[in-house]
């Protein structure tokens, strides 16, 4: 008997949910600066692989497949970046000592 990949994958995917909901939630306050800053670093990654993709295959076709999820990558890794900088920004305000 053998597994379907996509029942095996989807079945990885909902337990990475699960054990990423709660590995997010049990992290202190103080150390979710440092760890967005790493998400920042990871989604810039994303990003020249979502260029890849986005340039990838024939200059013929500009609308394939891989070229339009590559665009949509770019966007999403771009708007998960610039909220990552500014929840860190946020994060940092709250360390500065308050003016009277």
């Known amino acids: 008997m053998e597994i379907d990949p996509f ?5 990885i995917f909902i337990l990475s949910i699960f054990v990423g909901y709660y590995v997010v939630w049990s992290v202190t ?3 979710h600066t440092p760890l967005m800053s790493v998400t ?15 340039l990838a295959g024939s200059s013929e076709k500009i609308f394939e497949t891989s070229n339009i999820f590559g665009f949509f990558a770019i ?15 946020r994060m ?6 308050k003016k009277k």
């Open 40 to 54: 920042n670093a990871i989604s810039s990654v994303i990003i020249v692989g979502a260029i890849i993709a986005a």
């Open 7 to 11: 029942i095996f994958r989807l079945s």
């Open 29 to 31: 306050p103080s150390l």
């Open 92 to 97: 940092l305000q709250m360390y500065k000592k």
């Open 75 to 89: 966007i999403l890794a771009a708007v998960n970046i610039f909220g990552g900088f500014l929840v860190t920004q």
